[in-house]
Every structure is written in structure tokens, then in C-alpha cells.
């Protein structure tokens, strides 16, 4: 037995059938999603140009501003510090002796003013293009073609180990918790980013500074890059000039007393 939807009636019109069909579902599919699209974008952006809003700065662009914000706060440091000692040299209630071993301290510590004869060393990564210039020699990987970390330490303990009184990595002086640190191929030093070239300055006996930094196995290793890449090196006598003092914080934060 059938009914008049299954098959047309006599004297009246056929009745059809409402069949599925998927090109209306994924239709009604693509402009809920499109929607979703829009209501993520504008919630993201909160009413901005998401694709240009001055706010959305690169990781480079933020670094490179805490940097600067950084080495304002250490001149502003320095310049409370000298007011500091200014007001304390009034009448501080020291012997002459007690001022003397204040001052053999802080000359110690890298917080003041370093006069005397200078060796600068000047590292710089290699031209991008660079290839091979000694036979034998592969063909240069990224890697081979920049300065790293361990490349700058080796220059830093090498003027330690030449009696070095005193020394600036780029515009800073370097005191015992200072630490040089490199990520891809910028150096972070106390809160500050530099880019190459790197200038290492190092106050103490010029000879026996040079003759250190040659004797090390590091810089030695160093060099075969320099000779074979392309990796910059030199290596100046600057004569008098005047290191500053380290102007930034200096609590530890961490301590561990020698076992």
C-alpha cells in the first residue's frame, strides 16, 4: 500500500521529494567560520590594526628599548651615586687611614675612574658570502661566520690572566659579577644590547696583555677562523685613556660562602 507522497495522485500535482544536500551545509559551515574569524580578530585586536598597530613591536624592537631604558637607569644611577659621595665627604666621621682603604676598595671593585696605558681588541663576525680561504678547509657552516659567547670570554680572561687593572666591553666596565652573555649574535651585558663589532678594552702593561691574549689556547683556536673564514680580529694599542666606572648595581642576589 502506498501513500500520495510516494507516488502522484490521479488528477492532482506530483508532490516531491525534499531530498540532502551537503553544498547547503557547507555553505551555512564556511560563513559560521567566517564569522568566528572575524569575532577572534576583532577581540585580539580590541578595536586596532592588527597588522599594524605600533603597539605589537618585534622581540628586537622590545629588546633593543629595554636596552636603552636600562642604560639610562645606570647614568641615572651613577649621577645619585656622585651626589651620594659628595654629601657623605662633607663630614662622614672617617680617618684619613679609613678614607685610603675606601678608595683602595672601590679602584678594586671597578666603580671608579681607571687611568692608564690601553689595549683594545676588536672582534666582528664575517662577511656573509664568505667561503673557504685556505685549502683543505670545509666550506663555512652559519655558525662558523659569527662571534660567539665564548669567543668574547676568551679576549676577557686573557687581559685577567695579562694583570689587567681594569676593562670596558663596549661602553661598560666589567666588575666581578659581570657576566657576558650572548643570544644569536647580539651580546646582552648588564641589561644592555650591543651589536658587532665587539671592543674589548683592557687597561694594564700593553706588552704583557698582548703576549697573553696570544698565548691562549682559546684565542689561538680563534684565530684559525679569523685566517681561514674571514672572522674579524685587531688588536690596537690605545695608549692613556680613562675606563669608566661601573655605575649598576651591585648586591648579590645569590651567595654561597667557599667550602
Given at each position: 500500500m502506498?501513500?500520495?507522497?510516494?507516488?502522484?495522485g490521479t488528477?492532482s500535482?506530483?508532490?516531491?521529494?525534499?531530498?540532502f544536500?551537503?553544498?547547503?551545509?557547507?555553505?551555512?559551515?564556511?560563513?559560521?567560520?567566517?564569522?568566528?574569524?572575524?569575532?577572534?580578530s576583532?577581540?585580539?585586536?580590541?578595536?586596532?590594526?592588527?597588522r599594524t598597530?605600533?603597539?605589537?613591536?618585534?622581540?628586537?624592537?622590545?629588546?633593543?628599548?629595554?636596552?636603552h631604558?636600562?642604560?639610562?637607569?645606570?647614568?641615572?644611577?651613577?649621577?645619585?651615586?656622585?651626589?651620594?659621595?659628595?654629601?657623605?665627604?662633607?663630614d662622614?666621621?672617617?680617618?684619613?687611614?679609613?678614607?685610603?682603604?675606601?678608595?683602595?676598595?672601590?679602584?678594586?671593585?671597578?666603580?671608579?675612574?681607571?687611568?692608564?696605558?690601553?689595549?683594545?681588541?676588536?672582534?666582528?663576525?664575517?662577511?656573509?658570502?664568505?667561503?673557504?680561504?685556505?685549502?683543505?678547509?670545509p666550506?663555512?657552516q652559519?655558525?662558523?661566520?659569527?662571534?660567539?659567547?665564548?669567543?668574547l670570554?676568551a679576549?676577557?680572561?686573557?687581559?685577567?690572566?695579562g694583570?689587567?687593572?681594569?676593562?670596558?666591553?663596549?661602553?661598560q666596565?666589567?666588575?666581578?659579577?659581570?657576566?657576558?652573555?650572548?643570544?644569536?649574535?647580539?651580546?646582552?651585558?648588564?641589561?644592555?644590547?650591543?651589536?658587532?663589532?665587539?671592543?674589548?678594552?683592557?687597561?694594564?702593561?700593553?706588552?704583557?696583555?698582548?703576549?697573553?691574549?696570544?698565548?691562549?689556547?682559546?684565542?689561538?683556536?680563534?684565530?684559525?677562523?679569523?685566517n681561514?673564514?674571514?672572522?674579524?680580529?685587531k688588536?690596537?694599542?690605545?695608549?692613556?685613556v680613562?675606563?669608566?666606572?661601573?655605575?649598576?648595581?651591585?648586591?648579590?642576589?645569590?651567595?654561597?660562602?667557599?667550602?
Open positions: 502506498s501513500n500520495s507522497a510516494d507516488s502522484p488528477g500535482s506530483p508532490v516531491r521529494r525534499r531530498g544536500r551537503p553544498v547547503r551545509v557547507l555553505t551555512a559551515g564556511v560563513f559560521a567560520l567566517a564569522g568566528l574569524i572575524f569575532f577572534t576583532f577581540n585580539t585586536a580590541k578595536g586596532t590594526n592588527i598597530d605600533d603597539s605589537l613591536l618585534k622581540l628586537s624592537d622590545l629588546i633593543h628599548e629595554r636596552s631604558k636600562n642604560g639610562a637607569l645606570e647614568e641615572s644611577n651613577g649621577a645619585l651615586r656622585g651626589d651620594i659621595e659628595s654629601l657623605a665627604e662633607r662622614d666621621g672617617r680617618t684619613e687611614a679609613e678614607d685610603d682603604q675606601l678608595a683602595d676598595l672601590e679602584h678594586r671593585a671597578g666603580t671608579q675612574e681607571l687611568k692608564g696605558e690601553a689595549v683594545t681588541v676588536t672582534l666582528d663576525d664575517a662577511p656573509p658570502n664568505a667561503t673557504a680561504k685556505l685549502p683543505g678547509y666550506e663555512p652559519p655558525d662558523y661566520l659569527v662571534i660567539h659567547q665564548q669567543d670570554q679576549v676577557v680572561n686573557a687581559m685577567w690572566q694583570g689587567a687593572e681594569g676593562i670596558k666591553v663596549m661602553d666596565r666589567l666588575i666581578s659579577t659581570s657576566a657576558v652573555r650572548c643570544v644569536g649574535n647580539t651580546l646582552i651585558l648588564q641589561g644592555r644590547v650591543y651589536s658587532p663589532p665587539y671592543r674589548i678594552t683592557a687597561v694594564g702593561d700593553p706588552e704583557k696583555l698582548k703576549d697573553a691574549l696570544a698565548a691562549s689556547p682559546a684565542i689561538q683556536n680563534y684565530m684559525v677562523y679569523v681561514v673564514y674571514g672572522l674579524g680580529w688588536v690596537e694599542d690605545e695608549g692613556p680613562t675606563l669608566p666606572g661601573y655605575s649598576g648595581t651591585v648586591d648579590l642576589h645569590h651567595a654561597k660562602p667557599v667550602e
